[in-house]
């Protein structure tokens, strides 16, 4: 059965079909939604650090990533799903969606896929598809053309 999902976004662009497809899921189960934002460490301010240590670029960074978990919390609750978000510091987001996932015992993942160029998938790999061969729950993704902007 699943109880929470782990919704995991980005600034990417993909955040709105999303939010789409996690609020129709989560209410589909009766499921809650935990939204994870994976940034940059070099870029994570606790916060209980004084912002003017970190410089300009990681507290915009972090204002960033906080905005985005707070705007889609409150989408997801306006929908109807129970909804908590976190800003998670991580080299890797992929590794970082997976411990989450793990370590709070998700019963399914969901995220977005972007469309990329023959040479993004050449050079690195997509996240959604580490997600979905790593993954030991089932992972719903929103595609790229997946963006009306309503949830559902």
Known sequence: MIRTMLVAIDAAGETEGVLDLAAAVCRAFGASARVLCVV??????????????????????QRLADRLIG???????AAGVQADGQ???GDEPAAAILEA??????????????ARSWLGRLTGGSVATSVLEAASCPVFVA?????SGALA
């Open 40 to 61: 940059d460490p070099g870029y994570a301010v606790a916060p209980s650090d004084d912002p003017l240590d970190d410089g300009p670029a990681a507290v915009d960074e």
């Open 71 to 77: 705007t889609a919390v409150a989408a997801l609750r």
């Open 87 to 89: 800003v998670l510091p």
């Open 101 to 114: 996932a793990r370590a709070e015992g998700v019963g399914a993942i969901v995220l977005g896929h972007g």
């Open 143 to 147: 595609p790229a053309s997946m963006r």
